[in-house]
């Protein structure tokens, strides 16, 4: 089952959260050979979305999710859904973490 957890984007701002993967014991996994991918879309039903940046530390079965202030500077605030998925060397998928994004406004924008 994937953790709820709801983040906040700032606009025009760098963005990163770091999840550590860990078994039914509690135990951190070790992620070698995984991949992953997260996405955040307006509704499940969406054509539209956009895509996270992940990153895998293997040993320390950390998971870095992120956007470059270039990225976020194109989202739109409001509210949005994401999770966050890793991929087996196997192809076995599993849901990570699962909330609400906001996005906040930027206010400071260069011209």
């Given at each position: 089952m994937a953790i709820k957890s709801n983040i906040v984007i700032d606009q025009g701002a760098d963005?990163?959260?770091?999840?550590?993967?860990?078994?039914?014991?509690?135990d951190t996994m070790d992620l070698s050979g995984y991949?992953?991918?997260?996405?955040?879309k307006k509704s499940p039903s969406s054509s539209n979305y956009w895509v996270?940046?992940?990153t895998i530390n293997e040993s320390a079965g950390e998971v870095v999710v992120?956007?470059?202030s270039d990225d976020?500077?194109?989202?739109?605030?409001?509210?949005?859904?994401?999770?966050v998925e890793i991929i087996s060397p196997a192809n076995k998928v599993?849901?990570?973490?699962?909330g609400i994004v906001t996005v906040t406004p930027e206010i400071t924008r260069p011209v």
């Open positions: 963005f990163s959260i770091t999840v550590t993967a860990a078994d039914a014991d509690g991949t992953g991918r997260s996405w955040m996270f940046s992940v992120s956007m470059t976020t500077t194109d989202l739109v605030p409001g509210r949005y859904l994401y999770d599993t849901r990570l973490v699962e």
